[in-house]
C-alpha cells in the first residue's frame, strides 16, 4: 500500500512557522530561515523552474523525498491565504474564477499557475471549494470530511505511489495522532524562533515511528523515521 509521508523543517525550539503568519509573512516572522537549507539546493530549485543551485549532503535527502511522489496532501494555511471562507485572489495574485459570468477569482495559492508537485493535491479545510487544474499535472481538491477522507482520496490519486504529507502544524499533528504517518522526516534547523507554529502540539505518541537515518551537515540535521 501506497505510504504516507511526512516531512517538514522545524527550528530548534520545535516551531514550523513563526510567529504572526500572514498572507504577506506566510512562514511567519523568522520562519524563511527553516528552508534557507533547501532553498539554494539545485535539487529544490529546479522543480521550482529556478536555475542555478548547490549540490551538497542535503542533495540525497531532498531527491529522496520527492521520488515515488504520486499525490501530496497539505493544510489550509500551507495552501495559502487567509483564514475563514474563500475571498477573491489578493491583488498581482493568480487565481480562478469563482463562479462562471461573475468575475470574480479564487486565489490558486502561493505557486502561479505552474505549481512544483506535478500530481494532485488534497487541501484540508472546513471551507469547501471545487477542484481547479493548473499547469504540468498540478490539481488541487478541498476536502470537508476530515483527514482520513483525504488520504483515501491520494491513495486513489497515486496511482500506487506514496503520499507526501507537506505540513503545516495542525495537518501533520492531526495525522500523527491518528497513527497514518508511515514515515517522518524532520529537517532540524538550528535557529530559536521563540514562538508560532508547534509541531508536535498535543502529540504524545509517534505510534511506532522509529529513527532509521541521520544526516547531519552545519546547516540542518536530517531525521528520518519509519514505521518498521
Known sequence: MPRLRMRISMSLDGFVAGPNQSVDTPLGEGGEGLHEWAFALEAWRKPHKLKGGEVNPSTAVM????????????????????????????????????????GKYLWTGWWGDDPPFHHPVFVLTHHPRPTFELKGGNSF?????????????????????????????????????????????????PILLGGGERLFEGVNDLKGLEPVRTVATREVTHLKFARR
Not at 152 to 158: E, G, K, L, T, V
Not at 164 to 184: I, S
Request: include cysteine; aromatic fraction near 4%; proline fraction near 6%.
Open 63 to 102: 531527491e529522496e523525498s520527492l521520488a515515488n511522489i504520486g499525490a501530496t496532501i497539505m493544510g489550509r494555511n500551507m495552501f495559502g491565504g487567509h483564514p475563514g471562507g474563500w475571498e477573491t485572489s489578493p491583488p498581482g495574485r493568480s487565481g480562478v474564477p469563482a463562479r462562471p459570468g461573475e
Open 141 to 189: 481538491t478541498f476536502v470537508t470530511d476530515g483527514i482520513e477522507s483525504a488520504l483515501r482520496q491520494a491513495r486513489q490519486a497515486a496511482g500506487g505511489k506514496d503520499i507526501a504529507l507537506a505540513g503545516g502544524a495542525k495537518a501533520c499533528q492531526a495525522y500523527l495522532r491518528a497513527g497514518l504517518v508511515d514515515e517522518m522526516e524532520i529537517h532540524l534547523v
